[in-house]
């Protein structure tokens, strides 16, 4: 994925499903297994996705870290209003399609 249609990917998720706190999203290239974390100073999150994933794998992290944020569930669990949350993100990001 190019770094502008990872900008554009951002973008369209940021307008589909605006937050009320401030959002850094940064790829990254890891060799350790994990696609994504996502950390919260009080102020502002950043959320990180492993880049070494294929182009979808990044798109579903981003959108699982996505949720974390909409419902403000900074202890990550994945409740049911997180699990709608996600359903929500995903289905919508299906039909704009990206990818």
Known sequence: MT???WRSATRQLR???PVS???NIRRFHSKRDFPAVTRFDGKVCL????STQTDSEQ?????HEWAHIVVL?????HGEIWGTTYAKIWDSWKVVDVT
């Open 15 to 17: 307008k589909l499903f």
């Open 3 to 5: 770094i502008q249609e």
């Open 47 to 50: 959320v990180r996705i492993n």
């Open 73 to 77: 569930d900074m202890f990550w669990s």
């Open 21 to 23: 706190i401030p959002v």
């Open 59 to 63: 798109v579903s992290s981003l959108l």
